[in-house]
């Protein structure tokens, strides 16, 4: 057996044990705070979990800080969007262990495929 043949095992196992594992995952309930970027009269909110570390959370708020006049802050910033669809949340199963995944080789012909698609 080749060692890509191997990968390619693993990555099925992998995804059927994911594609199991998905039927059972719950969102998990995290609290938000809600920071001002602005003054008090005009107020540009955003809300930030709180499972996140400090130096995560200021690092979050100084590049809001730096880029305040590159979001939308008001609907009328944007037009036709509705909140339902354009809010992004990441669902996430509660107490689970984050995993880093191993890198996965790609073959050297496809890699300056994707660079040249990429670079576009």
């Known amino acids: 057996m080749s060692n890509e043949d191997g990968e390619g095992e693993e990555i099925n196992d992998f995804t059927r044990l994911v594609e199991n594992y ?15 970027l602005d003054t008090k009269q005009e107020k540009k ?13 200021d690092d979050i708020i100084s590049l809001f800080h730096e880029y305040v006049n590159v979001f939308a802050w008001t609907y009328a910033d944007m037009l036709n969007l509705d909140i339902d669809i354009v809010v992004h949340r990441i669902p ?24 040249t698609k990429i670079q576009k």
Do not use: P
Not at 45 to 57: H, M, V
Not at 98 to 115: A, F, H, Y
């Open 22 to 36: 998905e039927k059972t995952w719950k969102l998990v309930n995290e609290e938000l705070k809600v920071i001002n």
């Open 45 to 57: 909110e955003l809300k930030i979990g709180t499972f996140i570390t400090t130096e995560e959370k």
């Open 92 to 115: 996430l199963v509660a107490g689970s262990k984050l995993v880093k995944q191993k890198t996965i080789k790609i073959r050297s012909d496809i890699l300056l495929k994707v660079k």
